[in-house]
């Protein structure tokens, strides 16, 4: 299982990958489900396409063990695998100032105040 990036920040969405292989000698490429969990919370599962399967989301602040579970069919056996840490860090944060008036003179009062966002 790879992620598509590792650290992320706060926010920002991860895409994970779980490849499912026949191990030699079988041939074929397994089908069915794959569910992704972190600790024992599952954050979602997925079909495999053409043995593989992706689950796209955001994770909250901090490091978790990524499992992918793959279930199993009529011909296949279940497994796992594990991305042992996927770390997402807290994004930044900016803070702006308005002025009124916008210039001043030595010894005018100013008022500050919090400025709309841009973006």
Same mark, same amino acid.
């Given at each position: 299982?790879?992620?598509s ?10 895409t ?13 490429t ?23 399967g992706?689950?796209? /989301?955001? /994770? ?30 807290k ?29």
């Open positions: 299982m790879v992620s990036a590792n650290p992320t920040v706060f926010g920002q969405a991860v994970f990958t779980a490849t499912v292989q026949a191990v030699p000698p079988a041939t074929g397994p089908s069915g489900l794959v569910r992704f969990f972190s600790g024992t919370t599952q954050l979602g599962s997925t079909t495999l396409f053409g043995g593989e992706t689950l796209t /989301l955001s /994770l909250p602040v901090g490091s978790a063990s990524v499992t992918a579970e793959y279930v199993g069919n009529a011909s296949f056996a279940a497994s796992s695998g594990m991305l042992p840490a996927q770390t997402v860090d994004d930044a944060a900016t803070v702006e100032l308005g002025s009124s008036p916008p210039t001043s003179v030595y010894g005018q009062p100013v008022h500050l105040s919090p400025s709309t966002p841009r973006g």
